[in-house]
């Protein structure tokens, strides 16, 4: 099948972030699926993509020094404008990492290409197994090619397993002990451990023929010493099984300390997979305790918020209370009235001018006091009545007028009637007699007497009643002077109150507009935090999928490494059964060989067709002399 390896160059050229940074520390690491590469500010890297897709996602991350800054992702698909592969020149903007505060977006400028596969026909790989160096032309040999497949197996598992470490970091050995504790169907072995002393293997106990190369079909039961070309090949046949033996344990030496030496980094990833799994319980505990802190704050907003409408509700009952305390007053001082009673003037006033005049200059004097005092009124209801009073009375003033005018007329007309009466006395004292003039005239004296006594007397009480009038308006006027002083006191307390009351309800409503504004802010804050972290979390576990997943392909590779390592062990073991057992039987064949010698040597000696038999060792000896070099060599 043919190859799909990718090849993506990429040249990490500019940087934009809004901040003083050195560039020569800036460092971008970048990541497909299993692979995954640093480069440095202004130099170029490679990244091989196995399983390329148009949709498939090349994460970044940008570092400075040891400071994350921003991570971003890109699709592979979009890095060319006009087509999937080719070269590119391309603006990517990241997200600053959770963390990092900055004034403005973060870009990188990314150059390169991403080039068709290469056409051919390489090796089939084993599934789950990345190639990290170009095909070799190998050789002819099976175990050369053997060992070279397994050298070369051994350098990309350690390539494999050193890269999931670099990406994992501290959740290395967490990961390795999830997966060692609870494995899965994939990196379960059907076969035994190799580490075990036993086995029920039937090579072990019953040793099998050896397959030699020749053109015989060759066993060591069928071997004698009468066929010296079939010893030759068979003790050829052994050196030769000899070295590969030698080369297998070597071999196997190097495996064992590749299995001792592999120790350290599986405890290494035990140990990081430890630190991982914690630092995920941490981040999650931090994350609880957030989620309870922003809660506990919500709550407390809330109850503040509770009592806060509830002072608002005491103060619009105060405000209301003192609304009905003002309509109070202004009923009272509605209901306020100055009523000064003056009874009705008699319709008969004679003689009073004399009196009057002197009472005039008091009343001047009690009107000007009157109307110092009325000035000082403010409210406009007081100012009504004393318009009121004053109008009252004017109108009693022009009453006393119009009745001192009366009064005036009355005395005319009484002059008038006097000298009617003198002219009707005249002609009645001309007519009768004077007993009767004088009796109708002591009559008249004695009613006009009893008439202006009367009078005398009522301008008297009228007087008096008047002084007391004018008592009681002294006393009213300053009761009321004190009764205006105690009222405008009391507006001016319940003025101050009610100022005091808007200014504690106006602040009352500002902090009322500031806690739902902080409320507002403190769930845009959530649903921020909330959309960040699900983000955040999806990214994590997409990632913490990749490296499950390539953490799965290697213990995958470990299995089938086992698997290896168990099965050149048993082929190991049973080469060192069967080397000692062709040890022992050679030497059975020399001292056979030996003890052969001397019956032959004796049978010389004894036979008279020894020469014969010299001529035939003369022809045996170069073979023997072969073949216990080779078994020398061997």
């Not at 971003?72 to 505060?101: A, H, M, Q, Y």
Request: with cysteine; net charge neutral; glycine share 4%.
């Amino acid at each position: 099948m043919e190859s799909k390896l990718y090849k993506l160059e990429v040249k990490f050229t500019e940087v934009k972030i809004p901040r003083q940074v050195e560039l020569g520390c800036m460092k971008l690491l970048i990541a497909s699926g299993t692979t995954s590469n640093s480069l440095r500010y202004n130099t170029t890297g490679t990244l091989s993509l196995p399983n390329f897709s148009p949709d498939g996602i090349l994460d970044m991350r940008l570092e400075d020094g040891e400071q994350h800054l921003a991570v971003g992702f890109i699709v592979l698909g979009r890095l060319c404008d006009k087509t999937i592969t080719g070269d590119f020149s391309k603006w990517i903007k990241l997200e600053p990492d959770r963390g990092v505060v900055l004034d403005g977006p973060i870009k990188v400028k990314l150059v390169g290409s991403l080039r068709m596969p290469r056409r051919g026909s390489p090796a089939k790989q084993r599934p789950g197994y990345l190639s990290s160096s170009p095909q070799k032309t190998r050789g002819k040999c099976l175990y050369i090619r053997k060992l070279y497949t397994a050298e070369e197996r051994e350098k990309e598992i350690q390539t494999v397993v050193m890269r999931v470490k670099s990406r994992l970091g501290q959740n290395y050995a967490e990961l390795i002990e999830d997966g060692i504790s609870s494995p899965t169907g994939l990196n379960k072995s059907s076969n035994k451990s190799p580490l075990r002393k036993k086995t029920a293997l039937i090579e072990f106990a019953f040793p099998v023929d050896i397959e030699l190369p020749s053109r015989f079909k060759l066993s060591l039961e069928k071997l004698s010493c009468k066929e010296p070309l079939l010893l030759k090949h068979t003790a050829i046949g052994l050196c030769q099984r000899i070295k590969v033996l030698r080369a297998q344990v070597e071999e196997y030496e190097s495996i064992q300390f590749f299995l001792k030496t592999f120790e350290d980094p599986m405890k290494d990833l035990k140990q990081s997979l430890i630190e991982t799994k914690e630092q995920l319980e941490i981040e999650d505990q931090k994350v609880d305790e957030l989620i309870n802190k922003v809660e506990k704050e919500k709550f407390s907003v809330e109850q503040e918020l509770r009592g806060a409408e509830l002072k608002l509700k005491k103060c619009e009952e105060d405000v209301n209370s003192i609304k009905v305390l003002c309509d109070e007053v202004k009923a009272e001082n509605e209901q306020f009235k100055f009523d000064q009673p003056i009874d009705k003037i008699k319709k008969r006033i004679q003689k009073l001018r004399k009196q009057i005049s002197d009472r005039e200059e008091e009343r001047e004097l009690l009107l000007a006091n009157s109307q110092k005092i009325l000035t000082g009124f403010s409210d406009s209801k007081l100012d009504n009545e004393r318009s009121k009073l004053l109008d009252e009375k004017s109108q009693y003033l022009t009453q006393l007028q119009t009745q001192t005018n009366l009064l005036d007329q009355a005395t005319v007309q009484n002059i008038q009637l006097e000298g009617e009466l003198a002219v009707l006395t005249a002609q009645l004292l001309a007519e009768d007699s004077a007993k009767a003039r004088n009796a109708a005239l002591q009559s008249q004296k004695t009613n006009f007497s009893s008439a202006s006594e009367n009078l005398s007397s009522d301008l008297d009480a009228m007087c008096k009643q008047r002084d007391t009038n004018l008592a009681d308006g002294m006393s009213l006027c300053k009761k009321m002077e004190i009764d205006i002083k105690d009222n405008q006191a009391s507006q001016n307390v319940l003025k101050s109150k009610l100022n005091g009351k808007e200014n504690e309800f106006n602040t009352l409503t500002g902090y009322v507009n500031g806690i739902n504004k902080v409320l507002e802010e403190t769930r845009v804050w959530i649903d921020k935090d909330k959309k960040e972290f699900e983000e955040k979390h999806e990214k994590y576990m997409e990632q913490y999928l990749e490296d499950r997943n390539a953490t799965d392909a290697v213990l995958k590779e470990l299995g089938f490494f086992s698997d290896l390592v168990f099965m050149q062990a048993q082929s190991g073991l049973i080469g060192v059964r069967l080397h000692k057992r062709l040890e022992e039987m050679m030497t059975e064949k020399d001292l056979e060989k030996g003890s052969l010698q001397k019956i032959v040597e004796a049978y010389r000696q004894m036979s008279p067709i020894g020469r014969n038999l010299r001529r035939s060792s003369t022809y045996i000896s170069p073979r023997r002399d072969s073949i216990s070099v080779m078994s020398s060599q061997g």
